[in-house]
């Protein structure tokens, strides 16, 4: 089973601040990469496929990168309906796709 | 757009099988995946299984002695059910469309296995 490695566990930023989050795969997963965003209460929304493709309707300041093992997930400018939990998924190697176990980010 | 709606009893007992249906609506469940992925309080996601419209299915392997999903074409419908529950599988509950990756997901529902 792949072990998708999120880091950090929490970040804290302030608004209109840029933030970094991080996901590592314990082995290759090409391209077949997602993220999602989490909101109390919520189901999680898609935002980023194919490890850096937009879902339909994502603001531009979220951006995906990387391939491989390592990939990134930037929001350019950290508006307050942005603080919630982030994870991604690898949907390349089975069995199984599997999630990281997610990066809260909270209100510096 | 396709929506996806989860329906099924919020609380089981131990031991006993936990059923949960999804309906598919605003478009057809034919030539997709289906997935199940649950939720545990204060935890992350874990995958459960997927159904393709056809019937051809596959299962979390931790999991898998446990679970069944079935589908309903004709009620644009597809179902989980998990056996001999305990209260790890204490969770919310999603289905959502796979793609490899999900990008409809139905609300979720609460399922509390308690006696």
């Known amino acids: 089973e792949i072990v998708m490695t999120q880091s950090p566990a929490t970040l804290s930023v302030s608004p209109g601040e840029r933030a970094t989050l991080s996901c590592r795969a314990s082995q290759s997963v090409s391209s077949n990469l997602a993220w999602y965003q989490q909101k109390p209460g919520q189901a999680p929304r898609l935002l980023i496929y194919g490890a850096s493709t937009r879902a339909t309707g994502i603001p531009a300041r979220f951006s995906g990168s990387g391939s491989g093992t390592e990939f990134t997930l930037t929001i350019s400018s950290l508006q307050s309906e942005d603080f919630a939990v982030y994870y991604c998924q690898q949907y390349n190697n089975w069995p199984g796709w599997t999630f990281g176990q997610g990066t809260k980010v909270e209100i510096k | ?115």
């Not at chain 2, 929506?3 to 936990?18: H, N």
């Not at chain 2, 393709?52 to 299962?59: A, D, R």
Request: with cysteine; glycine share 10%.
């Open chain 2, 1 to 115: 757009q396709v929506q996806l709606q989860e329906s099924g009893p919020g609380l089981v007992k131990p031991s006993e099988t936990l059923s949960l249906t999804c309906t598919v609506s605003g478009g057809s469940i034919s030539s997709y995946y289906w997935s199940w992925i649950r939720q545990p309080p204060g935890k992350g996601l874990e995958w459960i299984g997927y159904i393709y419209y056809s019937g051809s299915t596959n299962y979390n392997p931790s999991l898998k002695s446990r679970v069944t999903i079935s589908v309903d074409t004709s009620k644009n419908q597809f179902s989980l059910k998990l056996s001999s529950v305990t209260a790890a599988d204490t969770a919310v509950y999603y289905c959502a469309r796979d793609e490899g990756y999900y990008g409809v997901w139905g609300k979720g529902t609460t399922v509390t296995v308690s006696s």
